[in-house]
């Protein structure tokens, strides 16, 4: 069974950083990519940044030159350090993992809150 378990949510000021780290378990045929996404209230999910199996990295518009999203080597491990925060990046962040096969697994989400 897999599992995504997101951790290092929490309250920030804003200007301020803090690293998510999303923990996979079980293994995933066909899988093409792991990263983050999050959903604001009243708003739709998005994607914030994934990077692929080869180690290909793609990020929204948003949190290009602040936000970096790293894995360890065994691929297990995806996090995001998220510098120079905006209260706008107030979200539910979730972990996501995307096959070639059109499934995706997510995980339970990690509240960030950026205070101004």
């Known amino acids: 069974q897999v599992q995504l378990v997101e951790s290092g949510g929490g309250l920030v000021q804003a200007g301020g950083s803090l690293r998510l780290s999303c923990a996979r378990s079980?293994?995933?045929?066909?899988?093409?990519?792991m990263g983050w996404y999050r959903q604001a209230p009243g708003k739709q999910r998005e994607l914030v940044a994934n990077i692929t199996t080869d180690g290909s990295t793609n990020y929204a518009d948003s949190v290009k030159g602040r936000f970096t999203i790293s894995r360890d080597k065994s691929g297990n491990t995806v996090n995001l350090q998220m510098n120079s925060l905006k209260p706008e990046d107030t979200a539910v962040y979730y972990c996501?993992?995307?096959?070639?096969?059109?499934?995706?697994?997510w995980g339970k989400g990690t509240l960030v809150t950026v205070s101004s």
């Open positions: 996501n993992a995307q096959t070639f096969f059109a499934k995706d697994y």
């Open positions: 079980g293994s995933i045929f066909g899988i093409n990519a």
